[in-house]
């Protein structure tokens, strides 16, 4: 069986599978339940300096399927609602029960030297693994110049980040809020500052519905709303390009990084960790199932990773980092098809009708004798985007076929057709 | 009351338990499960649903709205496409329509999305506060429609909806044909037959005449002499006959005649009861009749029929319902008999042995004998000739015993049209039947304004 354990900016784990500073691990009690179920790792909800904050009712809301599944998460819960102290004394119990779990300690004071220099050897003392410093809160906390307040200015990021490593021995993680225009400027601070990791993405500024009777947005608070932080399996997709654009950016090379946003699955995890993380937090699917889903995940990550021969994390992360590149570097000679299996169709004209209104005219309706409908694909018209697979019901129902062209590889820097190309 | 059988005795449960009975075969989705069976429907292009409808319902769409909880959106879609779309989402055999079309028919799909269930969850939950269709400005012009069944409704309701009057005349006491005195209780239950019939008359601009009988108090000829058009949806009327001895002996009665009976009845504790009933005959009908008295609490129905079970008109769906009240198939026998007992009252049929002899049905020489108290014909209904008889109907041109139309329901007589069972076009099914008196109703609009514009 391929061994799951991790060494992960110095702090080791049995598994890659952390759960996010949030709800989860908003205690003692809950993070006792997440280790029995076998999770390798906690990040301890937010601690703040006292008073405690205080949290309103109600705090989520939802985004959803057609079959309400639940695609996000929005909520506009602050940091930590108990005291400093008990919560310093419960992961001190904690993590001296569970030794061999990762615990580490998200941590959001005001932008000030004295206030980090006070709390950071109280969290030290503890016995934790590390910090997070959580500079992504987009709601609540930035109005007191706290959480995204920092994170989307990089000369704080790099500032709070160096005060934690000049008072503090344990590895500090920056957690980087997804609220800005380009995630390298967050990385690139948090390295300067000497952080041992990244990780991210925090929520994304959200409003996820509106009740049209009231008029008023979700979640209500007596009459009101207001925007939260977004999360779950819709943010995935913004989260691996952010994990991505860090990996592969000259200038935060070797950074780690800790993959957060949407995952729930083994598949979801392996996709992070591909694109360069080392470890990964999970929070919206464990709230939506329980602690429970650790062991599927272990369990499928494990299974393949034996079936690819992998026999460590490392062997496999960042691994489709290399095949990540700009735009201008793809291949504009390289061709794909789609080939629809017939026995395979059912016959539901959504790729044709998506084909035809929207894209190429690429897809025959063929009314057969019996009523029924034959779709076939007019080659010359393909071009190849995709969209009647991504429309199509049936798995594995069309293919994208890649051509023979003969041609050999050229990118838009080189095409004739650029007007701005560089000479070969 | 049913005279021919006025000898046997009456079921022995309750009213109230009988009732329970007779309630809904499938019952209506809540308005979770419609969510979840809507979210089910892939939202085909030039979906096959459709071109299986024979009224032309726009299936993804309405699946769609409802999905989106625009249930009243759903219900005008439907019924802009067919007026009796709350009966025909009851009655009709959406297993060889629109849900044996349905794309997640395909082995890798489980099962088809179940289309009649949501059109019915649309259509009763739609709670329009006006009738939906807004009547066009008076053409001026009056149509005369006979038969208030599902044909003459539709026929009638789309006429009033182009702004014409229409008149229409029925034999019975109330209106509705077949979903009020011949679908199986358990398939239209309540009085959802006459609910849905005063939605369509809410329109305005329809008056229905009963007791009005052509052929015996009414005329083809005075109706064309006194309106513009006449549309027939006469239906079909007449129960065939076996041709044997003692056809008229108590005991043996015309399956549709007791069903009828069945649905008007206040009392379903007052109905005579065959224990042991034969009902002979393969279609829809003979297991609505089979069951219906399975459901009455007779212990051994037997449905008899003289070819095998894969000719059987019945849907496999009906055959399985059949089953599911422990009611027997008996196939290749062949009603040789009636039986009689010293009171001249039946006691039971006598059968001949059928087998397929170089593609003819052929007698095998072996014969059986059956014990029953009751003996119900469900072999098929024709024609009512006598409706007919009349100078200028008797010159219609027909196509066996049905009135022969073409595409746009016109019969050969210049202004009279026709749909429904008693023409010779399409399947005897409910929702054909609108779909017929829609399109009449639409040939006769054309060809009237045609008519005012030439004037």
């Given at each position: 069986m391929a061994d799951l354990s991790i060494e992960f900016a110095g702090i080791k784990a049995p598994n890659p599978f952390w759960l996010a500073s949030a709800p989860p691990t908003d205690k003692a009690y809950n993070v006792v339940r997440a280790f029995e179920a076998g999770w390798g790792g906690v990040v301890w909800k937010t601690l703040g300096e006292d008073p405690a904050a205080v949290n309103v009712s109600s705090r989520y809301s939802a985004h959803y399927g057609v079959n309400r599944e639940v695609m996000g998460i929005n909520n506009i819960e602050l940091i930590t609602d108990r005291s400093l102290e008990i919560n310093l004394r419960e992961?001190?119990?904690?993590?001296?029960?569970?030794?061999?779990?990762?615990?580490?300690?998200?941590?959001?004071?005001?932008?000030?030297?004295?206030?980090?220099?006070?709390?950071?050897?109280?969290?030290?003392?503890?016995?934790?693994?590390?910090?997070?410093?959580?500079?992504?809160?987009p709601h609540g906390m930035p109005e007191r110049g706290m959480g995204a307040a920092v994170g989307q200015v990089p000369e704080y990021v790099e500032?709070?980040?160096?005060?934690?490593?000049?008072?503090?021995?344990?590895?500090?993680?920056?957690?980087?809020?997804?609220?800005i225009t380009d995630i390298r400027q967050s990385a690139r601070a948090a390295h300067r500052g000497g952080a041992d990791a990244?990780?991210?993405?925090?929520?994304?500024?959200?409003?996820?519905?509106?009740?049209?009777?009231?008029?008023?947005?979700?979640?209500?608070?007596?009459?009101?709303?207001?925007?939260?932080?977004?999360?779950?399996?819709?943010?995935?997709?913004?989260?691996?390009?952010?994990?991505?654009?860090?990996?592969?950016?000259?200038?935060?090379?070797?950074?780690?990084?800790?993959?957060?946003?949407?995952?729930?699955?083994?598949?979801?995890?392996?996709?992070?960790i591909a694109l360069g993380s080392g470890a990964v937090q999970v929070c919206t699917a464990a709230m939506l199932h329980g602690f429970r889903i650790v062991e599927d995940m272990k369990d499928g990550l494990s299974r393949w990773m034996d079936s690819q021969g992998y026999r460590s994390i490392a062997d496999f992360s960042g691994r489709a980092v290399s095949h990540t590149t700009d735009w201008k570097y793809l291949d504009i000679n390289y061709q794909v098809i789609a080939r629809i299996d017939q026995d395979a169709c059912i016959g539901c004209g959504r790729c044709h009708i998506a084909c035809e209104d929207t894209s190429h005219q690429a897809i025959a309706n063929l009314r057969q004798a019996d009523g029924s409908h034959r779709y076939e694909v007019i080659d010359a018209e393909c071009v190849g985007c995709n969209l009647c697979q991504i429309t199509c019901p049936v798995q594995d129902c069309i293919e994208m076929v890649p051509q023979d062209t003969g041609k050999p590889f050229l990118d838009w820097l080189h095409d004739p057709r650029n007007p701005y190309r560089e000479a070969s | 009351?049913?005279?021919?059988?006025?000898?046997?005795?009456?079921?022995?449960?309750?009213?109230?338990?009988?009732?329970?009975?007779?309630?809904?075969?499938?019952?209506?989705?809540?308005?979770?499960?419609?969510?979840?069976?809507?979210?089910?429907?892939?939202?085909?292009?030039?979906?096959?649903?459709?071109?299986?409808?024979?009224?032309?319902?726009?299936?993804?769409?309405?699946?769609?709205?409802?999905?989106?909880?625009?249930?009243?959106?759903?219900?005008?879609?439907?019924?802009?496409?067919?007026?009796?779309?709350?009966?025909?989402?009851?009655?009709?055999?959406?297993?060889?329509?629109?849900?044996?079309?349905?794309?997640?028919?395909?082995?890798?799909?489980?099962?088809?999305?179940?289309?009649?269930?949501?059109?019915?969850?649309?259509?009763?939950?739609?709670?329009?506060?006006?009738?939906?269709?807004?009547?066009?400005?008076?053409?001026?012009?009056?149509?005369?429609?006979v038969g208030a069944g599902p044909a003459g409704l539709s026929c009638a309701h789309r006429l009033a909806w182009h702004g014409h009057d229409v008149v229409i005349f029925e034999a019975r006491p109330k209106a509705g044909g077949l979903n009020e005195y011949g679908i199986a209780k358990y398939k239209v239950v309540d009085d959802f037959a006459q609910r849905e019939v005063d939605f369509v008359l809410q329109i305005g601009g329809i008056e229905v005449r009963h007791g009005q009988v052509l052929g015996e108090n009414l005329s083809l000829g005075e109706l064309q002499q006194q309106f513009d058009a006449v549309?027939?949806?006469?239906?079909?009327?007449?129960?065939?006959?076996?041709?044997?001895?003692?056809?008229?002996?108590?005991?043996?009665?015309?399956?549709?005649?007791?069903?009828?009976?069945?649905?008007?009845?206040?009392?379903?504790?007052?109905?005579?009861?065959?224990?042991?009933?034969?009902?002979?005959?393969?279609?829809?009908?003979?297991?609505?009749?089979?069951?219906?008295?399975?459901?009455?609490?007779?212990?051994?129905?037997?449905?008899?029929?003289?070819?095998?079970?894969?000719?059987?008109?019945?849907?496999?769906?009906?055959?399985?319902?059949?089953?599911?009240?422990?009611?027997?198939?008996?196939?290749?026998?062949?009603?040789?008999?009636?039986?009689?007992?010293?009171q001249g009252r039946v006691r039971g049929m006598r059968f001949a042995r059928t087998q397929m002899i170089d593609g003819r049905l052929q007698t095998t020489g072996e014969t059986f004998e059956?014990?029953?108290?009751?003996?119900?014909?469900?072999?098929?209904?024709?024609?009512?000739?006598?409706?007919?008889?009349?100078?200028?109907?008797?010159?219609?041109?027909?196509?066996?015993?049905?009135?022969?139309?073409?595409e746009h329901m016109r019969t050969s007589l210049p202004g009279v049209y026709a749909?429904?069972?008693?023409?010779?076009?399409?399947?005897?099914?409910?929702?054909?039947?609108?779909?017929?008196?829609?399109?009449?109703?639409?040939?006769?609009?054309?060809?009237?304004?045609?008519?005012?514009?030439?004037?």
């Amino acid at each position: 069986m391929a061994d799951l354990s991790i060494e992960f900016a110095g702090i080791k784990a049995p598994n890659p599978f952390w759960l996010a500073s949030a709800p989860p691990t908003d205690k003692a009690y809950n993070v006792v339940r997440a280790f029995e179920a076998g999770w390798g790792g906690v990040v301890w909800k937010t601690l703040g300096e006292d008073p405690a904050a205080v949290n309103v009712s109600s705090r989520y809301s939802a985004h959803y399927g057609v079959n309400r599944e639940v695609m996000g998460i929005n909520n506009i819960e602050l940091i930590t609602d108990r005291s400093l102290e008990i919560n310093l004394r419960e992961i001190t119990q904690v993590k001296k029960d569970w030794p061999d779990r990762a615990l580490i300690v998200s941590l959001m004071v005001p932008c000030v030297e004295e206030s980090w220099k006070a709390i950071l050897p109280l969290v030290e003392a503890t016995g934790a693994d590390g910090i997070e410093l959580n500079f992504g809160c987009p709601h609540g906390m930035p109005e007191r110049g706290m959480g995204a307040a920092v994170g989307q200015v990089p000369e704080y990021v790099e500032q709070v980040t160096r005060w934690c490593k000049t008072y503090c021995s344990l590895p500090v993680i920056v957690k980087l809020t997804p609220n800005i225009t380009d995630i390298r400027q967050s990385a690139r601070a948090a390295h300067r500052g000497g952080a041992d990791a990244v990780s991210l993405i925090n929520t994304i500024n959200s409003i996820t519905s509106v009740d049209l009777d009231r008029m008023i947005a979700l979640p209500i608070v007596g009459d009101m709303s207001t925007h939260g932080g977004y999360c779950g399996s819709a943010v995935k997709p913004i989260a691996l390009n952010m994990v991505a654009e860090i990996a592969r950016d000259p200038a935060t090379r070797g950074l780690p990084i800790c993959g957060i946003g949407g995952i729930g699955s083994w598949r979801d995890a392996a996709e992070f960790i591909a694109l360069g993380s080392g470890a990964v937090q999970v929070c919206t699917a464990a709230m939506l199932h329980g602690f429970r889903i650790v062991e599927d995940m272990k369990d499928g990550l494990s299974r393949w990773m034996d079936s690819q021969g992998y026999r460590s994390i490392a062997d496999f992360s960042g691994r489709a980092v290399s095949h990540t590149t700009d735009w201008k570097y793809l291949d504009i000679n390289y061709q794909v098809i789609a080939r629809i299996d017939q026995d395979a169709c059912i016959g539901c004209g959504r790729c044709h009708i998506a084909c035809e209104d929207t894209s190429h005219q690429a897809i025959a309706n063929l009314r057969q004798a019996d009523g029924s409908h034959r779709y076939e694909v007019i080659d010359a018209e393909c071009v190849g985007c995709n969209l009647c697979q991504i429309t199509c019901p049936v798995q594995d129902c069309i293919e994208m076929v890649p051509q023979d062209t003969g041609k050999p590889f050229l990118d838009w820097l080189h095409d004739p057709r650029n007007p701005y190309r560089e000479a070969s | 009351m049913i005279e021919s059988l006025n000898h046997l005795p009456r079921p022995s449960s309750d009213n109230a338990t009988l009732a329970d009975h007779f309630s809904d075969l499938a019952p209506p989705l809540t308005a979770r499960q419609a969510a979840v069976e809507a979210s089910r429907c892939l939202y085909c292009y030039d979906a096959p649903c459709v071109n299986a409808c024979p009224s032309d319902i726009d299936i993804p769409s309405f699946i769609r709205n409802i999905h989106q909880e625009n249930v009243q959106g759903a219900a005008e879609k439907i019924l802009s496409a067919n007026i009796l779309g709350g009966s025909c989402a009851r009655v009709c055999p959406t297993e060889i329509l629109c849900q044996q079309a349905c794309v997640r028919n395909n082995h890798q799909e489980c099962a088809p999305v179940l289309i009649g269930l949501l059109q019915r969850y649309a259509v009763d939950h739609a709670e329009f506060d006006a009738h939906p269709f807004q009547r066009a400005a008076s053409s001026g012009k009056r149509i005369a429609v006979v038969g208030a069944g599902p044909a003459g409704l539709s026929c009638a309701h789309r006429l009033a909806w182009h702004g014409h009057d229409v008149v229409i005349f029925e034999a019975r006491p109330k209106a509705g044909g077949l979903n009020e005195y011949g679908i199986a209780k358990y398939k239209v239950v309540d009085d959802f037959a006459q609910r849905e019939v005063d939605f369509v008359l809410q329109i305005g601009g329809i008056e229905v005449r009963h007791g009005q009988v052509l052929g015996e108090n009414l005329s083809l000829g005075e109706l064309q002499q006194q309106f513009d058009a006449v549309f027939l949806g006469l239906g079909l009327n007449a129960s065939r006959q076996l041709g044997l001895a003692n056809e008229y002996a108590p005991g043996v009665l015309a399956a549709t005649d007791y069903i009828c009976e069945l649905r008007q009845a206040e009392d379903l504790n007052r109905l005579p009861l065959a224990n042991r009933s034969i009902v002979l005959g393969a279609g829809n009908t003979a297991i609505d009749m089979a069951v219906q008295m399975a459901r009455l609490g007779a212990q051994d129905v037997n449905l008899v029929y003289r070819r095998g079970i894969e000719d059987m008109g019945a849907t496999e769906h009906e055959q399985h319902i059949a089953k599911e009240h422990q009611v027997r198939l008996l196939t290749w026998a062949q009603p040789e008999q009636v039986l009689l007992d010293d009171q001249g009252r039946v006691r039971g049929m006598r059968f001949a042995r059928t087998q397929m002899i170089d593609g003819r049905l052929q007698t095998t020489g072996e014969t059986f004998e059956l014990a029953a108290d009751a003996i119900f014909k469900a072999i098929g209904q024709t024609f009512d000739e006598q409706a007919l008889s009349d100078h200028n109907a008797q010159t219609l041109a027909r196509e066996g015993d049905r009135i022969r139309v073409d595409e746009h329901m016109r019969t050969s007589l210049p202004g009279v049209y026709a749909g429904g069972d008693c023409t010779h076009l399409g399947q005897d099914l409910t929702v054909q039947a609108v779909q017929h008196g829609k399109l009449a109703a639409e040939a006769i609009h054309a060809q009237l304004m045609l008519n005012v514009e030439a004037a």
